[in-house]
C-alpha cells in the first residue's frame, strides 16, 4: 500500500500523483492551512473515487464525517482523545511513540504512520526514529491491531535500507518520495 499525504506546498499536481495510484492505494488530505479547505477536499476526493483509491481527512473529524471520509488522527487529536470512529473506512493515526499506539487503537485507528522514519522536510529538526526503533513500533503496532506504515524521508534508498528487497509491498507513505517509490516497489 502506498499512502501520498497530499501538500500543495510541496506537492501541487495532487492529481498527476492521484491517477499514478492504484487500487488499495490511500490518499490523507493534510493541507491543513489551506483557505477553501472543504472545497480542496472534495475535488480529492472525486479523483480517488475515479481511480478506487481510498481516503482520508487530516485533523477535521467533521469534515471528514460530512464527506463520509476516514480520519487521519494528529498527534494533537490523540493528545485529546477518547474518540469513537466510525467502521468501514481507512483510519489511520501519527505515531511518533509507543505511547500512541494504544490511544490510536482504542480510538478505532486501523494504520498507524510511525514517524519519521528517516530526515525529512515535514519535520526537519526532529529526532528520527532509523530502521531498529521503527521496526520494533511497527512490532507493538501490529499487538494493538494497526497496521503499520513508514513515514518520514521515505525514497527508493531508504526504503530497500528499511525494508530490504524481499519486501516490495511494505506500506510507505510519502509527500516528496511517493513518484521515486512508486519507481521501487508498485509499478509494473
Known amino acids: 500500500m502506498r499512502i501520498f499525504m497530499t501538500d500543495r506546498g510541496r506537492q501541487p499536481d495532487w492529481r498527476g500523483i492521484i491517477r499514478n495510484l492504484r487500487r488499495g492505494d490511500h490518499v490523507i488530505i493534510r493541507d491543513y492551512d489551506h483557505p477553501n479547505r472543504a472545497s480542496l477536499a472534495q475535488a480529492i476526493i472525486a479523483v480517488c473515487k475515479q481511480h478506487g483509491v481510498s481516503y482520508a481527512i487530516g485533523g477535521d473529524m467533521r469534515l471528514a464525517w ?10 494533537r487529536d ?3 482523545g477518547p474518540i469513537c470512529l466510525w467502521s468501514g473506512r481507512h483510519h489511520s ?4 511513540q ?6 490510536a ?6 494504520l498507524a504512520l510511525i514517524s519519521p522514519v528517516f530526515a525529512t ?4 529538526n526532529a529526532r528520527v526514529l532509523g530502521r531498529v ?6 512490532q507493538q503496532a501490529r499487538r494493538f ?6 513515514l518520514g524521508g521515505m525514497t527508493r534508498y531508504s526504503a530497500r535500507a528499511l525494508f530490504g528487497v524481499e519486501q516490495p509491498r511494505a506500506k510507505i507513505a510519502a509527500i516528496d518520495g511517493i513518484a521515486d517509490l512508486c519507481r521501487l516497489y508498485f509499478c509494473p
Open 98 to 103: 509507543a505511547h500512541d499506539l494504544k490511544k
Open 121 to 124: 522536510q515535514s519535520h526537519p
Open 93 to 96: 493515526a501519527a505515531i511518533h
Open 105 to 110: 487503537s482504542d480510538m478505532g485507528a486501523n
Open 145 to 150: 491491531g494497526l497496521s503499520p506504515v513508514a
Open 133 to 138: 526503533k521503527y521496526h520494533h513500533l511497527a
Open 78 to 80: 490523540l493528545r485529546r
Open 66 to 75: 460530512r464527506l463520509k471520509a476516514g480520519v487521519h488522527l494528529t498527534e
